[in-house]
């Protein structure tokens, strides 16, 4: 009943719960036959899982595009095709660009991931944002995704950019640059400094491509970087300039006496 056409880290937790409640088949690139079939799914070949009623688009954003020319053709008269991109504006254009007018059209971002949603779903968040699409099949993808425990945000695709841009893409340049600069655990620590670890684990784990595509294809991702830079040059420049005030000598402390 459900297709999915990606079986990476999310297309593999995605397709798990799923599985749970629908008949899933699964079409990716390379042979991850052994993988799905473990989970509960089917691997099927992408014709079998473009024929299904609701078709689930789990690819890199930078390869939606191909990926959507591809089955396009194939895509049966009045089926439901989600994507689960953590960016909304473009995908969302490209869907309704490239697939057939007669194609249901649903963006989604679920704001969680293998880490934070690998033992349960209850009170994470997914994103849903409306593009062609019955209001009864909406209301049944959306009650059923609140059933599952979901807290459920509906908003348009350029309101999801605008503040993913800082909720997502700025975590993961914070984490990055974490990362770059070298920080590891520490004995004398602070829960602050573990927090800031945490970051670092969480955005280490997704792949460089999703770093990328979370900039390219984020219109907002951009100025809100570049918006958090100048802020870090302002408070150095501020801190340089109260510590030019500072003497530069280092006062001698005398020895203790020899006993």
Not at 62 to 70: A, D, Y
Not at 144 to 165: C, M, S, W
Not at 180 to 193: P, S, W
Request: charged residues 25%.
């Amino acid at each position: 009943m459900i297709g999915i056409i990606g079986f990476g880290r999310f297309g593999q937790l995605m397709a798990g719960y799923l599985a749970r409640d629908y008949k899933i088949k699964v079409f990716n690139r390379s042979d991850k036959t052994e993988a799905i079939v473990g989970i509960g799914a089917e691997s099927a070949a992408l014709e079998d899982v473009c024929r299904q009623k609701v078709v689930i688009l789990s690819v890199p954003i930078s390869t939606m595009q191909e990926t959507l020319k591809r089955i396009a053709p194939l895509l049966q008269s009045e089926t439901m095709v989600i994507d689960v991109c953590s960016v909304k504006v473009y995908p969302v254009g490209w869907m309704k660009e490239l697939l057939p007018p007669s194609v249901s059209l649903l963006g989604t971002h679920p704001m969680f991931g293998p880490d934070s949603a690998a033992e349960s779903l209850l009170d994470r968040k997914i994103v849903l944002s409306r593009v062609r699409i019955e209001e009864k099949h909406y209301q049944k993808v959306k009650n059923y995704l609140i059933g599952k425990g979901l807290n459920v945000i509906e908003t348009t695709p350029e309101e999801h950019d605008r503040q993913i841009a800082v909720s997502l893409a700025l975590t993961h340049f914070i984490g990055r640059g974490l990362d770059e600069f070298g920080a590891k655990e520490l004995t004398i620590d602070t829960e602050g400094y573990k927090r800031l670890l945490r970051i670092l684990g969480v955005v280490t784990h997704d792949t460089w491509q999703l770093f990328e595509d979370m900039y390219r294809y984020n219109p907002y991702a951009r100025e809100k970087r570049l918006a958090f830079m100048t802020a870090l040059k302002r408070l150095e420049e501020k801190l340089e300039g109260e510590n030019a005030a500072i003497p530069t000598f280092i006062q001698k402390v005398p020895k203790p006496p020899i006993p």
